[in-house]
């Protein structure tokens, strides 16, 4: 069964703290995906990146950086976290194609919560 | 540009069908897609439909595009317990690779 993993399913940081979310995938996927999901806002894109050490900023890239130095995982990096980060992080994957046909696949999320 | 909406909550009693709408802004969307995200979870895809087609049924969920509106939705038929969840509405167009996501509709199931 395909897999895309977070490696932590909650977490409690402290304001300032540097925090690593990460992200595996098992399915040999090119594009790789970070979104963050509140109440009422849906998920808003942070980064992605479409390729071992590229990435691309989304909607939201604001406080957050992200790395991509293997294909398989995806990580990303609050440099000093901030309450207003407190929030559910998604990762997804897909292939390398033209358009998402089947779209994307998502991990189960990590729950951040800033202090 | 680029834009999915779709209503916040909906509630249905037990055995009723649920419909859940979304419209979108993007004519040149390509697929659309409807995914679940059940509490705790990850979102999973349940369905997509091509932009050229009317129409999906798979079991008890049929989708229904009607392009000229720019209106999706999805039906789902004798909704169960189970069926409680987030529901997002996603488009994407041929010309990227990224996935536009709607703010999700949380379906609550009533006895």
């Known amino acids: 069964d395909v897999k895309v993993t977070q490696s932590s399913r909650y977490l409690v940081k402290r304001t300032g703290e540097k925090v690593f979310l990460e992200c595996v995938q098992d399915m040999d996927h090119e594009n790789m995906f970070w979104y963050r999901q509140d109440p009422g806002l849906g998920l808003r894109l942070i980064y992605f990146s479409y390729d071992v050490k590229m990435k691309e900023k989304g909607d939201i890239p604001e406080g957050y950086s992200v790395s991509r130095e293997k294909k398989e995982r995806f990580s990303l990096i609050l440099e000093s976290a901030s309450t207003n980060q407190t929030s559910m992080y998604l990762c997804a994957s897909s292939p390398g194609t033209a358009f998402p046909l089947y779209g994307y696949t998502f991990g189960s999320g990590t729950r951040l919560t800033v202090v | 540009g680029e834009d999915v909406e779709q209503s916040l909550f909906l509630s249905v009693r037990e055995g009723d069908s649920s419909v859940i709408n979304c419209t979108y802004t993007d004519s040149s969307s390509t697929y659309l897609y409807w995914y679940k995200q059940e509490p705790g979870a990850g979102l999973q895809l349940l369905t997509y439909?091509?932009?050229?087609?009317d129409m999906k049924q798979d079991q008890r969920l049929t989708v229904l595009l009607n392009k000229k509106d720019k209106h999706l939705s999805l039906r789902i038929a004798d909704t169960q317990t189970g069926d409680s969840a987030i529901y997002f509405c996603?488009?994407?167009?041929?010309?990227?690779?990224?996935?536009?996501f709607g703010s999700g509709t949380r379906l609550s199931i009533r006895p």
């Open positions: 439909i091509f932009s050229n087609m």
């Open positions: 996603a488009e994407s167009r041929s010309s990227a690779s990224k996935i536009i």
